[in-house]
């Protein structure tokens, strides 16, 4: 065999082990659909709210953000029925008005947490990455207190919700890409043990 053929030959069979090892892991379920800092799932393979999708990875994924809430009640979050499934509001380019679509999971948030008065929310406020460092802060920011009014508004109390703006320094989804830019143009509901 010549040297040539040889790397050849060693090169397939390194694509095929990797091959293999990629095809293993999926069929075992490695896949978790998170984030590529662990923070969270990434918003490209959710159903839109805030949920990862896929059965095999869901025990682990979807208690990201529900620490603080009693695992009795957990289910109610990760129901895509129920309105509290929905963790993630979405913006339009340069906003902080939230959508009229998500006007039935505010409710649903500001009903649960004044009933559950020892439970607390942090509003972590997102933008794309096109912008100023400072302009997409304050951009965040105005979006994690337009979600937190309107909590308060229906029916939340001011003191269990605190918030953050992480600008563009959290995306959801990389890439430059209008799809990309949509899905970080978010506030994520992040119920904390305080």
């Known amino acids: 065999m010549r040297h040539t053929d040889f790397q050849f ?15 293993a892991v999926t069929a075992c379920g490695g896949n978790k659909n998170i984030r590529g800092n662990g923070s969270m799932p990434q918003a490209g393979m959710q159903g839109g709210n805030g949920q990862a999708a896929g059965m095999g990875s869901r025990r682990n994924i979807d208690v990201r953000g529900l620490e603080g809430v009693p695992a009795g009640d957990r289910h109610m979050f990760t129901d895509p ?21 998500y006007s039935q999971a505010i409710q649903a948030h500001a009903q649960y947490l004044a009933n559950h008065r020892g439970v607390h929310l942090r509003l972590e406020g997102n933008t794309d990455e096109r912008g100023t460092r400072e302009y997409n802060v304050a951009l965040g920011e105005r979006r994690a207190d337009s979600v937190k009014q309107a909590l308060v508004l229906s029916g939340a109390n001011a003191g269990q919700i605190t918030t953050i ?8 989804e990389l890439g430059h890409t ?11 509901f992040i119920y904390t043990n305080h």
């Open 9 to 23: 030959a060693r090169r397939l069979m390194l694509v095929m082990v990797l091959l293999a090892t990629a095809i």
């Open 178 to 188: 209008e799809a990309a830019y949509a899905k970080n143009r978010r506030v994520d």
């Open 165 to 172: 703006s992480y600008g563009e320094e959290r995306p959801a």
């Open 81 to 101: 029925s129920n309105p509290l499934s929905t963790r993630t509001i979405y913006f339009p380019l340069d906003s902080s008005s939230i959508p009229s679509r």
